[in-house]
């Protein structure tokens, strides 16, 4: 059994507003551009990022023998220099190299510190690595494919089955830097210190369940490019400036007019949820288009709404002519009545906005709203998809399940609209390219019936209140996590606590502190849950 890590808060990012995730290629980019271009020096690099993650080590870990494992690569330099900054702190220390290393290791600046090759025997190699408190794992950079071969699998495989706990460089050996897939094996590690920036395959899993606790140093690069990174990380800092803002002289229909399509006969749970979700994040004036059955359910259960007998055509055209945001699709049913009266409101030249989930997405990928768009902006559209409604929306299964990123970008161009797909992690892509937006801030605690319909309003309240379908889609993501951890249920959450605490997650300041009381970290996120 492994020795547990101290946890730290769940999420910390300094008030950081851009935190960009890099792939491999992304990451290697920026290398040369840095080295080449902006004229940092290499040494300067690996000497920083060493001595970043022995530091980090050593918050975590402060006493007892280190055993580092390093690869022939930079990678294994990285773990060199953390090894050496150990070693000069009075450390135990030693170096196991799955690969060939200069003889002598000039990294090490004359420390007598030997650099033993792995034990040609699983059970040598097993009693080496036994004699740890501590593993590092720094054998295969982000530039490596496929699954390790040879000594370097071996290795990898005795970090598993070691006792101690595993510290890896940049990305546990052994998971890809741009899918997070793992072929064959890789390291499972407690922590992952990332240089520079976090790289994506850390977020998607299986990598993320490999990475372990993400903490993100910084080693010396310049400011980033923009265009560097495809993706980036939705941080508490980058919320807190995309937050929409309520004019001190308002009235209720100016500050954010929500009309909510949601729940046949039976199903009126679904439009209460939403239009809970929608009040909670600010939205002034909420209306609830739904079955008639329904009425008394909905007007008991969110009296601050106001009903509509979603059967009554005048009535709920005109709502939607003067409304800011149509979200329609949780419990809606997708029968031909149901498609017909939709496609109505998406042809109303007057509409302003767009949410579609659930029932409402399953009628676009069937073809069965030929008005969508409409003339509704592409900005000011948004669809939030779960993997099936996704291939609904005519994506392949495959790669919505190992390439999420690309199926999101691919199904924002396709249909001209931002697009949110949720799963582990979330992402948002703009149909204008951009970075695709990641959120980390759920847990599997949301994996339930109800909780779709809670983000559709508060995705529909915050494009109300003034923000793109993207930045809507992005913020509700990352509130409604956060709403889900401050009701403090675990996995007996239900969609009612994240409804009632979206209001506390959008008013109570977010940690900006970590343990490690670190100012090179910029990154500090919890394991997965």
Known sequence: MRRAVPLSPLFTDYGREEVPLLTGTEAARLDAWAIEEAGVPSPVLMENAGRSAALVLQRLWPTGPVLVSVGSGNNGGDGIVLARTLAAAGREV???AAGSRPDPESLLHGWPLAIRPAPASDEDLDGLLSGADVIVDALLGTGATGAPRGVVRRAIEAMNRAAAPVLALDLPSGVDAETGAVSGVAVGAEVTVAFGAPKLGALLFPGRERSGRLVAVEIGFPPMPGEVAAAALVTTGWAQAHRPKRA???????????VILAGSPG????AVLAARGALRA?????QVASAPENRELILGAV????????TNEPALLAAVRSCDVLAAGPGMGTGAVEAARLDRLLALPELRGIVL???ALSLLGGGKLPSFPGAVPAARRLLTPHPGEMARLRAEPEEIRTMPLTACRQGAARWDAALLLKGAPSVVAAPDGGAVRVSTSGSSDLARAGIGDVLTGVAGAFMARGLSGADAGALALHVTGRAARLSGRGETLLPT???DAVGEALLTPEPESSDLALPFVTLDLGPPR
């Not at 009296?303 to 979603?310: G, H, N, R, S, V």
Request: no cysteine; aromatic share 8%.
């Open 357 to 359: 989930d659930a029932d």
């Open 303 to 310: 009296p601050e709404a106001i009903f509509l007998d979603a």
């Open 267 to 270: 199903m009126g749970g679904a």
């Open 282 to 286: 600010g939205a002034g004036y909420v």
């Open 94 to 96: 030693r170096i196991v």
């Open 248 to 258: 001190l002289v308002t009235h209720k229909k100016a500050a954010g007019w929500v």
């Open 497 to 499: 606590d994240v409804a």
